[in-house]
């Protein structure tokens, strides 16, 4: 046995991966946030008036706002004046067009972090508009996508290019008096994707963003709108890894998706943010505002994310099924080790008549870590026949760790359905035993164990992912036996 | 129309009766002081979230009601009795044995010794930061009652508390008791809730049991108060080694209804069952809060409560599960079903877990649904009519319950309550 501990001493140590800083010189603001600070990014983007106006009036607000403090996480106090809202790769004039032109330091950055930009053009054929720190360096596959009317680009460009749809659908799903972090993040949001499918076309690739947060001190602050009209089809991937670093960092995204009549969107996450070390210093705040609102007849919005990183993770991807016979679902691994903190789960708010939910949510805790599921479920008067199904799983690995389930059910129509069922359980002895009977070793046996308890949801991740989700549970469990 | 109150009125923390000993009386006091300016809660405090809007306290129900001596209905129960009415016993009223191993006493009746002994205890049975109004009640309470099981005591027939509130004046009442069961001692304790008379009314009770090593205790709380009356109640439970409690919680809607259960599972193999039943039509409301702390290991709980809403009314459940760090081996089961008898009618529901230990197992699962159509269709395509299959397929919705109630008196009362609840929501059927 004696070798085997060495071994997993070893893995307990050893470092994240992917922690690392990139050289290369930032056009920075200094740390401060006012109207100014808001007004000059706003003109660094070259924006027209009414972003900048809605930029001011969502600051207003936040300032009234309070930080919420009911969710089950722990946190020092955050200085929004000590954080700096903008920070870009230099030579912004001279964007590139093609991926020889990026930065050389860039591309090695993306290669360590196993993003193969141009395998993934040549072989997997996935379309990645890749966001370092805030601006939109690389941006594949736009003609093809141009070809069948899908606009997929950064935020920035669509607000010059495309001002009609983004001023349509911005703030409809998470306006910004939402909530703090909504608020902050729709004054000084940086940069994002944007992504409109027009009527009856289904996107012909998956479409995919991966997100780095890198210069010291940087909260990212990234916001995603994706439009599905009529009848149309989208998948939408997002991964995120960051380097490491002793600062926690705060990242407050919002993402919104529309679905009109009959449009489905497939939005799925990895991340893998910077958890912090073995003794809960560092790692990223991940506050993030994810909603989708189905708004057509027959429309269907599934999330599906694997959560992995983050010193503190803080969403509730939800879905307001306001269409005749929409569908929500959302499909949740929630890993959490050492001091790492979760507060995670949905809302499913069925307006609409006959809609319909799904939720599955898996939370694994092992170490000290803390781990909630949070969700609610509500029928609105009108939604006759609405349906509602809800599993959350909780696996504890060691006795240091919590587990918790804050499930909020309301429902004001006699004829809705909803069932929730939980369950807690360890991973029990009788499996362990089975497995180390067979030679297979305690890590990998847990690792095996796990990966069989979210099978349900790898299963709903497209394929590339599924494999990266089950190896990125394998790493982030490393040292939780022996 | 005026603004809603946001603190406690100063008129709620004027206590009447002085007929306490002493260290009762400075008790009262303390608390009293520790409720100035007490917020109310809002649709913003969380264990207060759905009901908060159906809590009333105006100045008018502020005062005490008159501790009048009189009894409005005589109830044959079948086995011993205490009867308050608006807080205060009625010895004349009641009957119960004088014995030497079990302890009735009113808290008038206590030594100062004994009372002093009592106000250490009282209130440890309950977090009173979530379950607000036991201060207020510890504050004004007028009376009470104390029992004493010494070991191995054994109460040979049910105890029936039989709370009654005569509401032909506005004003509150402040019932209290505090039951103390000694090594493998047992008792089955009813408390049953109801009023007369019209005007608006406050009931707000506290239940305190203490259960040492093997101790056995049934409760039954029956609360059937009027469509004037708001009642907050809560009962705390502290259990220790391999002791067992019981819970029979059943209620019909009211403007307010509100009960706060805490149960302490502070023993191994200590071991709690927890039933409830709740019923509201009309424009009543409901809301039943649990809490369960498994603070030891090798510790057992079972919750299963039912909930039915018709017309237009509101029930809530709020069952919470706390497995301590060291409470390993636990094994805890939630489960709460509601059915919705009308659109209009409201239910919310939210079965919590929160577990620091490993090695447990806890389940919980709550559904919302109405009747089954297809079922309805079976009996009536079988020559039941409509209304009574309606009527059939909604007992057999909480007959399991209602069939586990230990005391069939108990058990014959709610059934005649439930026969007019059918009547009422299935009139039109």
Redesign the interface.
Known sequence: MATTDQEVNELIKREYEHGFVTEIEADTFEPGLNEDVIARLSAIKKEPEFMLEWRLKAYRRWLEMKEPDWAHVGYPKIDYNAISYYSAPKRPEDMPQSLDEVDPELLRTYEKLGIPLHEREKLAGVAVDAVFDSVSVATTFKEPLAKAGVIFCSISEAVRDYPELVQKYLGTVVPHTDNYFAGLNSAVFSDGTFVYVPKGVRCPMELSTYFRINAANTGQFERTLIIADEGSYVSYLEGCTAPMRDENQLHAAVVELVALDDAQIKYSTVQNWYPGDENGKGGIYNFVTKRGACIGKNSKISWTQVETGSAITWKYPSCILRGENSVGEFYSVALTHNYQQADTGTKMIHLGKNTSSTIISKGISAGRSSNAYRGLVKFGPRAEGARNFTQCDSLLIGDQCGAHTFPYIESLNKSAIVEHEATTSKVSDEQMFLCRQRGIDPEQAVSMIVNGFCKEVFKELPMEFAVEAGKLLEVSLEGSVG | MKPAPTLLSSAFLQPAGQALPEPLLALRRQRGAALVDMPLPTRKT?NWKYSSKYLKLTDEIAGSLPATGKTGSALAVPGYKVVFINGVMVPEASEYPDLNDILIQRFGDLSEAEANELAERLDSTLDTRTVQFAGLNSARFEDGLLIRLKPNAVLDKPLFIIHEVTASTSGSAFPRVFVDAGRNSQITLVEEYFSSGQEAALVNTVTEFNLADGANVTNIRLNMDGENVQHIGATGVRQQRNSRFESHCMGFGGPLRRHDLQVWLEGEGAECKLNGVVVTQGSQHYDNHTTIEHVAAHCNSEETYRNIAADKSHAVFNGRIHIH?DA?KSNANMNNK?L???????????????????????????????LDEESLFYLVSRGIGRREANVLLTMAFINELVAQIPVDAVKDTMQTRLNQFFDQAFQEV
């Open positions: 969380e760090k390993q509601n919705l008898l009308s659109t209009g009618a409201e239910i919310d529901t939210k079965p919590e877990l929160e577990i620091y230990a490993d090695d447990v197992k806890c389940a919980h699962g709550a559904t919302i649904g109405q």
